[in-house]
């Protein structure tokens, strides 16, 4: 009996074409209604500066509009949905570029004859995304999140969640003035291994409060379970390799909590945790670990190994008297495992500004 050749692979390819042009679809249709959203918010802003009393005179017209269109095309079009068209328009009304792969790409104006044309920006995220970022007050933060989502293509909830977790003032947190500027530019860019640390680290996800008594084997088991969530949290381009890494001199057995690659910045990241206050001998113990993966690990055309010991508490003299000058492989984090507040975390700006 003569075996049938396989049509896997064909059935493969015309699966991976369909869903690829779903997607496009699926794109080209959220860009469109985004486009046909802000230009309905324009229309309605030029209306209200011919009234006389803007104010009552633009909220007369909204709730006309959404009588009319409500009547006619059904239900999203709401007072309230279509005030957050106007609110749209007013803080993106400027022409501004979302990303590097959008300064290459040629303005161009949207008119109600050519309604698939881009507005004075380029706008790649769908309309749920902008409602919450027009939420943000603070140009620079809006500017950052918005770049950081279409690179990551995160959801609506990851985007969220990284609000929320107050990302861009973190960040902001472990760089100096010029590169906190580049970060409503061109979002988190990996050059050194610097760029790839957080201070803190915001470990909600775990759901082990503040100050609920845990073991160092406790945390690094939650980690691992919410393995995606954490990893959301390291950044761009981390990858696992492995948990407890066991490594050997002669008779001594030392073992690494976390090992993760990244492929960006191409080198290997080692993470060893800490439930209490970071002391020298936890930075030493990581200088051995970084040590030994460069010298037995690494490969020739590998960055150096970066180490990460991620502490409850640390004193910025302890680490910095230990740590050689010029380092740029060993560095102490703090974790929090709630949300902190917007106003915790200015504190810590101010606190960061002054020891600089």
């Known amino acids: 009996m003569t075996n049938k050749p396989s049509n896997t692979k064909l ?7 369909l869903q690829s042009a779903r997607s496009k679809v699926v794109r080209s249709i959220n860009q469109t209604m985004v486009l ?4 309905i918010g324009r229309m309605i802003i030029e209306e209200e500066q011919g009234g006389k009393d803007r104010a009552i005179y633009g909220k007369k017209v909204i709730k006309k509009l959404s009588k009319v269109l409500t009547k006619k095309f059904g239900k999203g079009f709401s007072e309230r949905n279509i005030e957050q068209m106007r609110q749209f328009y007013l803080v993106y009304s400027k022409p501004q570029t979302l990303s590097a792969e959008s300064e290459n790409q040629k303005p161009q104006t949207l008119s109600t004859k050519t309604i698939s044309e881009t507005s004075p920006r380029n706008f790649n995220l769908s309309w ?3 409602l919450k970022l027009i939420r943000i007050d603070d140009e620079n933060e809006r500017k950052f999140y918005e770049i950081e989502t279409y690179k990551n293509n995160w959801s609506v909830r990851e985007l969220q969640r990284q609000f929320d977790s107050a990302l861009y003032t973190r960040l902001i947190l472990s760089r100096d003035k010029n590169k906190a500027k580049e970060l409503s530019k061109k979002g988190l860019i990996f050059e050194k291994p610097k760029d790839a640390i957080k201070d803190p680290y915001i470990l909600e996800f775990i759901g082990l409060p503040e100050h609920t008594e845990y073991s160092e084997s406790d945390l690094e088991q939650e980690l691992i379970d919410k393995l995606e969530h954490f990893l959301l949290e390291l950044g761009n381009g981390f990858t696992f390799v492995a948990r407890q890494k066991r490594i050997s ?3 001594k057995h030392f073992r690494i909590d976390l090992v993760f690659y990244n492929r960006i910045l191409k080198c290997f990241v080692l993470i060893d945790l800490k439930i209490g206050e970071i002391k020298h001998q936890d930075l030493g113990q990581m200088q051995m670990y970084v040590n030994y993966y460069d010298r037995e690990v690494r490969l020739e055309d590998e960055n150096k190994t970066i180490g990460i010991v991620l502490c409850k508490d640390k004193n910025e003299s302890v680490v910095e008297y230990t740590l050689p000058e010029n380092n740029e492989q060993i560095f102490a984090s703090k974790y929090q495992t709630v949300l902190p507040s917007k106003e915790e975390l200015k504190l810590l ?8």
Do not use: A, C, G, P
Not at 36 to 39: A, G, H, I, K, R
């Open 349 to 356: 700006i101010n606190e960061k500004k002054s020891q600089r």
């Open 128 to 130: 749920s995304h902008y």
């Open 249 to 251: 001199f002669n008779d």
């Open 36 to 39: 046909t959203y802000f230009e």
């Open 11 to 17: 059935y493969t390819q015309i699966v991976d074409l």
